[in-house]
Structure formats: C-alpha cells, structure tokens
C-alpha cells in the first residue's frame, strides 16, 4: 500500500472508530512471531555437525530456514560420534521413530535436509503459511536464486568458511559460521574486513562456550595470582583420523557428490572419502586441526578478557612418522596433513593492564608438566583442561574453566569470586537465547559479543599456529604487515593457492 493511502486508510479508521489493535499473541498464539518479522535463513553444510545443531534453528521462533545448501545430494557415509546417533536426531526432528529403518550407516546431505526442514515446520507450525524450503548444491547459485534472503548460516568444512561468507556478504547477508572463520589469515583477515566494511549481523558460533575462562581471567586481573605469565590449555582432540599420507588410490566419486563444489577454492585432486566427511580438520588445505576445532571456544573468552592482540611468534613441537624406501628408515617430509599430536607455543605482548605473556597450546594427548606446587600436592589433571600461571599461584580448570581451584602458599581450593564486576562472564546464552543477540543484529541492532569484529586475534592466532607446524621452526610475526620476518618461506603459509574461478 503506497504510503499516502495507508495514511488515509488510517485517518479514517481511527475517526470512524473501525480500527481496533489486537495484540499478536491472540493473532498467533504465545511466542507467535510475525512471517514479516522472521529471519530468513539459508543453512549451508548438511553434514553431521550440521544435524546435530540443526534443532535450535528449527525451535527458534524468529527464525525460517527457506533453503539449505550441500554438494552432496544424500548419503549414508557421513562419520559421527555416536552409532546412529545423527539418525536418531533426525528422526526426533521428523517425529518418525522408524525413519531409515534398514540404514546402516550415518545420513547426511541437502535433499535430507530439506526433508527435515519441511517435515519439522509442518510438523511444529502447521498453522503458518511458508513456503516449502529449497535445496541447492552450489552456494552460488542459492545467493543468486534467492534475492530475499536475510541470512546463511556456513556449516561446511573450514576451508570453504572464508569464500562463502565473503560472497553472502558481497550479497548483503547476514552471516554465522562455525568455527573458525578461515583456515589461512589471510582469508580470516579478508572475513573480519568485510564485516567491518557491509556493518552486517556476523557471529562465530565459538561464542559463550567458555564462559568460564572469561571469569577466571577476570579474578586474574584482580589479582587472584598476581602477574600472569602463562596459560596453558590442552585438549584431547583428534578425536579423528590424522592420515600420514596422501592417497595414492583414486575410488570413484560417490553418486550424488558434486566433487568440485566439495573443493571449492582448494587446489584440484582426485576425490578420496579420506579428505571428506569430519576427517577434513586433519589436512592444511581442508581443516585448521585441533587448535581450531576446539581452541576458540576455551580460548576466545580470555583474549576478550585480557585485551590480547595478535602473537608476536609462534613456536612448533610436533610428532613425525616413518617410512622404509629401498630398505633405509626415513623421516616422512609432511607439509600436507596436521601431526597427531603437538604442542604451541604463542608470545602475546603487554596489552591494557595485561602483562606479557605466554600461551602453551597442546593436543593429541600432550600435556603441561606442572608446576612444583601442583606436583607437591600431588594435584592431577584431566584429559581436558586450563591451567593459568602467576608470580604467587596457579588456577587450574576443566577446559571451559569449569571448577576453577586456585592453587597456592600450599592450599587448594575453590576460586572465590571476587568484588569486581568483572565477576559475570558472558555465558552461551543471553536472555534472547543463544541466537538473541544476533538475530537484534540482524533487524539492526548493535553487533552481538560474537561478531567477526572481535574474533580477530583468536583467528590470527590459531592459523600462525598451523604457519609454524608447516614451517617446522619458530616464525616471528609482523602482525601490521601479515609477515613472517625471519623464515621467508613461511610467508606461503599464510595464504592460499586458489584454483582458477575460486579466487576471492
């Protein structure tokens, strides 16, 4: 209605005494939320991780999944946690106890999707109209096809993180990615510019999971354990295959899989299912390893804590492997795949009333050894965990920084809060729900605490990691100028070869 007939159409009812103001909840119901009102959501990513978190969009009222995006049509090869596991969820998404009965193996791709997106809304929101959702293989042609979407969510493997969210963004969507932003700096530096520049809604799902770090870094500031002068963290991921070699075979491509579309930017290679589904986090060109899966949640709330910038270095100890050629034992050459174990080690400048500090990054089993006192006390540490080292003590938490002890003068015990009103971290979810502040983003409110624009550092951070495993040798890092500066051939490392079409 053109504006001037709606202004009309107003004066009269309101004089006449025709208008009358019905409040939404009687229209549609308690927690009705208006079609108008509602988010527009394009999921891209069917895969396991992708099912798993799928029920929270699907329940959350403000938002209407319209479209879901995969190169793999569907499929029973997918890798899951769990026997049956993603079956199980899908069929409590269906309401079908029976669905895929006689499937043996793990269901995945975007006509499941689909699937579950409709029969869900159906199911659940039967007395709304909408239209049924749509399925696309390349995330093209779903930014093309559908000019009136608001936003997409990116669940794919890490390397396509990066080309997909600046491409929504070109298209002025809105965007949430899981972790991480990008598996090279560059491309992560390229996503937080962008969301710098468009002013869009942006949030890295990491955010909020670990709550508790962000408070046990606020006692530090207060002086819990005096200077701080270093943070250990560690985690017992890969909880995937770490291939040691490149695969020589070349198995045909699955029927359904859209094997270029599965590369995207990577350089072009002969399919293998050892690159695919969840094993991707194990290779340079496809994953960012355990740092990047499992590091930014931990670590995230303390670089925001603590006002960190980018490292100055980064220094790699990493396992190795062997083969016999021509019957001499020799040390496999890896550039291409993350080692099954390794230990980080970061140096952060003073920042704000921040000191200098280190930062010890293990996976694969590795472990910190621990300081005399903890030893003294015979103090033990799980498979998981966070331990942060002061000048007169040591607090040491689950990996999230559940049940903090502070350790010190030869006690032990719970960390008590503090006066400070530092006190409250931010947890994984605020009174909107974990998606709350977002989604006030995306209808133009302020940035949520997960944007882009403060995810900086943490990704800058886990991708010099990976800079320094490849470079086999500590890297000094010229964050101003995105350089390494004593190991030129480093410099690689830090971007991406494109293949042709992909290039951002």
Same mark, same amino acid.
């Given at each position: 209605?053109?504006d001037?007939?709606?202004r009309?159409?107003?004066?009269?009812?309101?004089?006449?005494?025709?208008?009358t103001?019905v409040?939404?909840?009687?229209l549609?119901?308690?927690g009705y939320?208006?079609?108008?009102?509602?988010?527009?959501?394009a999921?891209?990513g069917?895969g396991?991780?992708?099912f798993?978190e799928?029920?929270?969009?699907l329940?959350e009222p403000?938002i209407?999944?319209v479209a879901?995006?995969?190169?793999?049509?569907?499929?029973?090869?997918?890798?899951?946690?769990?026997?049956h596991?993603?079956?199980?969820?899908?069929?409590?998404?269906?309401?079908?106890?029976?669905?895929?009965?006689?499937?043996?193996?793990?269901?995945?791709?975007r006509e499941v999707?689909?699937?579950?997106?409709?029969t869900?809304y159906?199911?659940?929101r039967g007395?709304?109209?909408?239209k049924?959702c749509?399925?696309y293989?390349d995330?093209?042609?779903?930014?093309?096809?559908?000019?009136?979407?608001?936003?997409?969510?990116?669940?794919t493997?890490d !390397?396509?993180?990066a080309t997909i969210a600046l491409?929504?963004m070109n298209?002025?969507?809105?965007v949430?990615?899981?972790?991480? #932003?990008a598996?090279?700096?560059?491309?992560?530096?390229r996503?937080?510019?962008?969301?710098?520049?468009?002013?869009?809604?942006?949030f890295?799902l990491?955010?909020?999971? $670990?709550? @508790?770090?962000?408070?046990?870094?606020?006692?530090?500031?207060?002086?819990?354990?005096?200077?701080?002068r270093?943070i250990?963290?560690?985690t017992?991921?890969?909880v995937?295959p770490?291939?040691?070699e490149?695969?020589?075979?070349?198995?045909?491509?699955p029927? @359904?899989l859209?094997?270029?579309?599965w590369? @995207?930017?990577?350089v072009?290679?002969?399919?293998?299912? !050892?690159y695919t589904?969840?094993?991707?986090?194990?290779?340079?060109d496809f994953?960012?390893g355990?740092?990047?899966?499992m590091?930014?949640?931990?670590?995230?709330?303390?670089?925001t804590?603590?006002?960190?910038?980018p490292?100055?270095?980064?220094?790699a100890r990493?396992?190795? *492997?062997?083969?016999i050629?021509?019957?001499?034992?020799? *040390?496999?050459?890896?550039d291409?795949?993350f080692?099954?174990?390794? *230990?980080?080690?970061?140096?952060?400048?003073?920042?704000?009333?921040?000191?200098?500090?280190d #930062?010890?990054w293990?996976d694969?089993g590795?472990?910190p050894?621990l300081?005399d006192?903890?030893e003294?006390?015979?103090?033990?540490i799980s498979? %998981? @965990?966070?331990?942060?080292?002061?000048e007169s003590?040591v607090?040491l938490?689950g990996?999230?920084?559940?049940?903090?002890?502070l350790?010190t003068?030869g006690k032990?015990?719970?960390?008590?809060?503090?006066?400070?009103s530092q006190?409250?971290a931010a947890?994984p979810r605020d009174s909107?729900?974990?998606?709350g502040?977002?989604l006030?983003?995306?209808r133009?409110?302020?940035q949520?605490p997960?944007?882009?624009?403060n995810a900086?550092?943490i990704t800058?951070?886990?991708?010099?990691g990976a800079?320094?495993?490849r470079a086999?040798a500590?890297? %000094?890092?010229d964050?101003?100028?995105m350089?390494?500066?004593?190991?030129?051939?480093?410099?690689?490392?830090?971007r991406?070869?494109y293949?042709? $079409?992909?290039g951002l």
């Open positions: 209605m053109p001037f007939n709606r009309r159409f107003m004066e009269t009812a309101v004089a006449t005494g025709v208008l103001i409040p939404r909840h009687v549609g119901g308690e939320v208006a079609p108008s009102e509602k988010v527009t959501l999921h891209i069917m396991t991780q992708g798993n799928l029920g929270g969009l329940s403000r209407q999944i879901v995006c995969d190169p793999n049509t569907d499929s029973s090869d997918y890798v899951e946690w769990g026997k596991s993603v079956r199980n969820t899908i069929r409590g998404y269906l309401g079908n106890p029976t669905w895929r009965e006689d499937a043996a193996g793990c269901p995945g791709g999707g689909r699937l579950v997106v409709d869900y159906k199911n659940q007395a709304e109209s909408f049924a749509a399925a293989a995330f093209r042609e779903l930014l093309d096809k559908t000019p009136d979407l608001d936003a997409v969510k990116i669940m493997p !390397h396509l993180h491409a929504a298209k002025g969507k809105h949430m990615v899981h972790k991480p #932003l598996n090279r700096m560059y491309e992560g530096r996503v937080v510019e962008a969301a710098q520049k468009t002013k869009l809604a942006t890295l990491a955010y909020g999971s $670990g709550g @508790g770090n962000a408070w046990i870094a606020s006692r530090i500031k207060e002086g819990a354990i005096g200077k701080l270093e250990h963290n560690w017992n991921r890969p995937w770490q291939y040691t490149i695969p020589t075979d070349t198995p045909p491509v029927k @359904g859209d094997w270029d579309l590369l @995207g930017p990577a072009d290679r002969p399919y293998h299912p !050892h589904h969840t094993v991707f986090r194990g290779w340079y994953g960012g355990s740092m990047a899966d590091g930014i949640y931990s670590l995230w709330p303390v670089f804590a603590l006002n960190l910038g490292p100055l270095s980064a220094e990493a396992t190795h *492997t062997c083969t050629t021509d019957q001499v034992s020799r *040390t496999v050459k890896n291409f795949s080692p099954t174990a390794c *230990t980080l080690r970061f140096k952060f400048a003073a920042a704000a009333d921040t000191p200098a500090i #930062l010890f293990y694969g590795m472990q050894r300081p006192e903890l003294a006390q015979n103090v033990g498979a %998981e @965990g966070i331990m942060f080292v002061g003590g607090i938490a990996f999230l920084g559940q049940d903090p002890r350790i003068q032990n015990e719970p960390l008590a809060a503090g006066s400070s006190n409250v947890g909107g729900g974990r998606y502040a977002w006030q983003a995306c133009g409110g302020e949520a997960g944007s882009f624009l900086g550092s800058d951070t886990v991708n010099l800079v320094a495993l086999g500590k890297v %000094e890092f964050s101003d100028n350089r390494i500066t004593n190991v030129a051939d480093a410099n690689q490392y830090l991406r070869e293949r042709k $079409g992909w």
